[in-house]
């Protein structure tokens, strides 16, 4: 049984570069989240997805963010245009509708130069 | 102040001894979870509550809540050095008993045992 995976697990890049991040969830989990965390606070939530629908998302989710989850299973967080205060761990995280307790990834560390 | 406010931010206790981390909330909640986090990695699921639950126990963990008061304990008996890291409550306050929702962090507290 594999857990969710993330890629890439580090990201530095400039000012003004888009990145995307990939997220694989546990197989047969419906839903899939995206938090952010900077360092020395908890994870802040982003956005989820039910299958392929996008069910909410976050104030902190500005117009430079876009997630997708295009055929229910693996999801992509961009950012476009990043800015240094960008710079945070992005967590994934899947569960399954009924059960409810979230199983997260190791996260992906972005940089922003 | 945030949903989820751990108490206290930091604790350090020898090997061997109990550990006792408390979170409180503001809102009414369907479940409360409890995560792990070593430095710099993800986080770990320990153990998770919902509303109608006063006390559950897995291992050597033991997880109370009290939904008149808003809050929750985490209790870990018998600490080992490996238990080093971050603890993290969060609540669900979405959706129904049956349907997870958003997750709401707390700041954590960092518990460090001392061999």
């Known amino acids: 049984d594999t857990g969710v995976s993330q890629n890439p697990r580090h990201k530095i890049t400039k000012r003004g570069q888009n990145v995307t991040f990939r997220c694989d969830p546990i197989s047969e989990h419906n839903r899939l989240y995206w938090y952010r965390q900077t360092l020395g606070q908890g994870p802040e939530f982003l956005t989820y997805f039910q299958n392929e629908a996008q069910l909410e998302k976050s104030r902190l989710l500005s117009d430079r963010f876009s997630a997708e989850r295009p055929k229910g299973s693996f999801s992509t967080l961009e950012i476009q245009r990043t800015e240094q205060g960008d710079s945070a761990m992005y967590l994934c995280?899947?569960?399954?509708?009924?059960?409810?307790?979230?199983?997260f990834g190791p996260g992906t560390r972005l940089l922003v130069l | 102040s945030q949903q989820g406010e751990e108490d206290p931010q930091a604790l350090s206790i020898q090997e061997g001894e109990n550990a006792t981390m408390n979170c409180s909330y503001k809102?009414?909640?369907?479940?409360l979870q409890w995560y792990r986090q070593n430095s710099g990695r993800g986080l770990v699921h320990l153990i998770l509550i919902r509303s109608n639950e006063r006390e559950k126990h897995s291992g050597r963990l033991r997880v109370t809540l009290d939904t008149s008061k808003k809050s929750s304990s985490l209790l870990i008996t018998a600490s080992r050095a490996a238990d080093t890291a971050s603890y993290f409550c969060?609540?669900?306050?979405?959706?129904?008993?049956?349907?997870?929702?958003?997750?709401?962090f707390g700041e954590g507290t960092q518990l460090t045992v001392n061999p």
């Open positions: 809102t009414s909640i369907n479940n």
């Open positions: 969060a609540t669900d306050a979405g959706g129904s008993e049956t349907s997870g929702s958003r997750l709401t």
């Open positions: 995280a899947s569960s399954l509708v009924v059960v409810g307790t979230q199983y």
